[in-house]
């Protein structure tokens, strides 16, 4: 699964974001693009979004980035969650 993961955000380099201006799709943008290119939300599922965004904490410990604040892991899961790939 991981592999497959690998593949996929690959391919969904620095697309454009839904609701730009909203405070979620900001703080999303000025968090996670500090290390990596911006991924569209609905690259994943609302379930694959929530596996990933502990897994990029862990990324953020070893390369020495400030760990995302509680409310700030809710608001970008919340955000990623609402705009993710509807399973059909």
Known sequence: M?????????????ASLPEPESPAAQLYRQ???ACHRLYSPQLLTAEM???MIPRMEQEMLR?????LKAEEKQ???EY??????KPS
């Open 2 to 14: 991981v592999g497959v993961l690998t593949i996929v955000l690959l391919s969904g380099c620095e």
């Open 31 to 33: 968090r996670c693009s």
């Open 49 to 51: 979004w929530g596996y």
């Open 63 to 67: 390369g020495r980035v400030p760990p």
């Open 75 to 77: 608001t970008i899961l």
């Open 80 to 85: 990623l969650q609402k705009h993710a790939n």
